[in-house]
C-alpha cells in the first residue's frame, strides 16, 4: 500500500459574519479522515470525520495559517480517482476542492493543504 | 533425488465411483454473470487488459484495440464525483451506473478479424441493517486510521480494514446483476458478424450471518452456424443453486434446466451434494441426482479425500 502526498496552498478571507466552522466532503464514494492543525503552534483543532468544525473568528484566524491533512483510501474499485472538498462557513472562497488519483488499487492519497487566512 | 519442498496443499483424491454418467452440458457455475463479459465469448484470455479512467485514455484505447488487445471502462466514474459520498453509494439500491462496465477484446486468427464487446452491471442490491452497521462501524475505524500524519499512518492495520470492509460488501443479502456480450467475426471490422452472443442474469439472497445461500441464475447464449447448412445453437438455461455451509459440514442442491431452442427440448441436471470433514485432512463426499442424458443419467458417488501432507513433493 502507497502513500502518495500532495501538497496545495489557498488563501481564504473570513467576511466577518460568524465563526469560521469547516466541513469535508469525501467523493467518488471512497472513504478519508483529515486532521486538522494550527500550523504555528501545531495544536489540533480536530481529526476524523471533520464537520462544521469551529475555527475561529476572523479576528482569531487574522494572519493564522490552518493545515488541514486528508488521507483518502481507495476502496472504491471501479476508479482510482480520489477527490475532497474543503466547505467554509463565513469565508471566501465557500468551497474548495482538490482531486487526483491513486497509482494502485487500495493505495492512500494525502492532501496536505495550508489554508492562509 | 527426491526432494519435499514446502509450497502448496497436495491432496490425494480416492473416490468410489458407482454410477457416473456422461459429462452435463452446463454447469451450475456456467450460468454466474462473469465479471468481464466480452472476454468470456473468446476462446482466449487477453494477456494484458487496458483500464482507461477517462475519455482521452478511452478514445486511445479504442484505437489500439483495432489492432488487438483488450479494455475495460466504467464511464460513469470517468468524471470525478465530489459530493458522491461512501455512505451515498452503499445505501444505493440501484448502482446501475456506477456499476455499468463494458469490456472489449479484438484479436486476430489467421486472416479472420474477431471483435467482442460485453456490459455488465448490478440492477439491484440490498444489504440487511446489521450488515450496514457492521459495514459502517469498520468505515469509522478506517477514518480513525486515516486521520494521522501521512507518514504516521499504520498502513497494516488500514490494509486488514480494507480487506473486511471488502468481505462485508461483497456479502450483498440480496442483489440482481446482469451481464450481454458479442462476439463478432470478419475479415475486415466493416463486414464484422456475429457468431456467438450471450446474457446472463443472477439473482442471490444470501442472509448475513446466516449459512445460506440461494442464487437463481439465467443464462442466453447463441453460436451462429458458421456455413449456414444447420441450425444456430440456442439455448436458454436457468439455474437454482441452494447451499447450507456449517463448520464441518457443507450441504449443496443445484438444478439445472437447459432449453435447446431451435430443437424444442429440454434436459435437465439436479444434484445433492454433502460434504463432511471427518478430521482435518479427511473429507467425506456425497453426490447424488440426476444427470442431463435421457437414459442411464442417475448420479451417485460416494468418496473420501484425504489431505495427505501439506509438503508437496517435487524432483531435483
Redesign the interface.
Known amino acids: 500500500m502507497k502513500v502518495k502526498k500532495r501538497t496545495e496552498s489557498v488563501k481564504l478571507v473570513a467576511d466577518g459574519s460568524d465563526d469560521v466552522l469547516l466541513t469535508i466532503t469525501i467523493g467518488n464514494a471512497q472513504i478519508g479522515g483529515s486532521i486538522v492543525k494550527n500550523k504555528t503552534t501545531s495544536a489540533v483543532l480536530g481529526k476524523g470525520e471533520i464537520q462544521n468544525l469551529r475555527l475561529g473568528t476572523k479576528k482569531e484566524l487574522q494572519g493564522k495559517t490552518i493545515t488541514v491533512t486528508t488521507n483518502i483510501l481507495d476502496t472504491n474499485e471501479q476508479t482510482n480517482g480520489v477527490v475532497v472538498t474543503y466547505f467554509f462557513h463565513a469565508c471566501q472562497p465557500p468551497a474548495t476542492t482538490f482531486s487526483d488519483k491513486v497509482d494502485n488499487d487500495g493505495d492512500i492519497f494525502s492532501f496536505i493543504v495550508d489554508f492562509n487566512f | 533425488m527426491l526432494l519435499f519442498k514446502k509450497a502448496g496443499l497436495f491432496t490425494a483424491l480416492v473416490t468410489v465411483s458407482i454410477t457416473i454418467q456422461a459429462q452435463s452440458d452446463v454447469k451450475i457455475n456456467d450460468l454466474s454473470v462473469p465479471t468481464s463479459p466480452a472476454f468470456v465469448l473468446m476462446d482466449q484470455s487477453p494477456a494484458s487488459i487496458e483500464k482507461p479512467?477517462n475519455p482521452k485514455a478511452l478514445s486511445v484505447s479504442l484505437f489500439n484495440l483495432l489492432q488487438g488487445g483488450a479494455v475495460e471502462f466504467?464511464p460513469?466514474?470517468f468524471k470525478?464525483?465530489?459530493?458522491?459520498?461512501?455512505s451515498?453509494?452503499?445505501k444505493k439500491r440501484s448502482p446501475v451506473f456506477?456499476?455499468l462496465?463494458f469490456s472489449g477484446a479484438s484479436f486476430k486468427k489467421d486472416s479472420v478479424s474477431f471483435a467482442a464487446a460485453g456490459l455488465r452491471t448490478q440492477l439491484f442490491r440490498l444489504y440487511s441493517p446489521a450488515l450496514r452497521r457492521d459495514v459502517d462501524s469498520v468505515?469509522r475505524a478506517?477514518?480513525?486510521?486515516?486521520?494521522?500524519?501521512?507518514d504516521s499512518?499504520d498502513?497494516d492495520a488500514?490494509?486488514a480494514a480494507?480487506a473486511e470492509?471488502?468481505r462485508l460488501k461483497a456479502k450483498t443479502t440480496f442483489d440482481i446483476e446482469f451481464a450481454a456480450a458479442y462476439l463478432g467475426q470478419a475479415s475486415s471490422f466493416k463486414s464484422l458478424a456475429a457468431v456467438r452472443s450471450g446474457a446472463w442474469l443472477n439473482i442471490r439472497w444470501s442472509p448475513y450471518k446466516f449459512p445460506l445461500d440461494i442464487v437463481a441464475l439465467a443464462r442466453y447464449s447463441r453460436a451462429v452456424d458458421p456455413a449456414k447448412t444447420g441450425k444456430d445453437s440456442v439455448f436458454f438455461d436457468a439455474g437454482l443453486s441452494l447451499s447450507y455451509q456449517e463448520k464441518n459440514f457443507d450441504l449443496a442442491l443445484e438444478y439445472v434446466n437447459r432449453r435447446d431452442i431451435p430443437n424444442k427440448t429440454d434436459y435437465h441436471r439436479l444434484a445433492l451434494v454433502a460434504n463432511y470433514q471427518v478430521m482435518e485432512g479427511i473429507v467425506a463426499v456425497a453426490s447424488v441426482g440426476k444427470d442431463f442424458n435421457k437414459v442411464n443419467n442417475v448420479l451417485a458417488v460416494f468418496g473420501i479425500k484425504f489431505g495427505l501432507s501439506k509438503e508437496k513433493a517435487s524432483l531435483k
Open positions: 479512467t466504467t460513469y466514474w470525478n464525483r465530489p459530493a458522491y459520498t461512501f451515498d453509494y452503499f456506477e456499476t462496465a468505515r478506517i477514518i480513525v486510521l486515516l486521520s494521522n500524519d501521512p499512518l498502513l488500514i490494509g480494507k470492509l471488502a
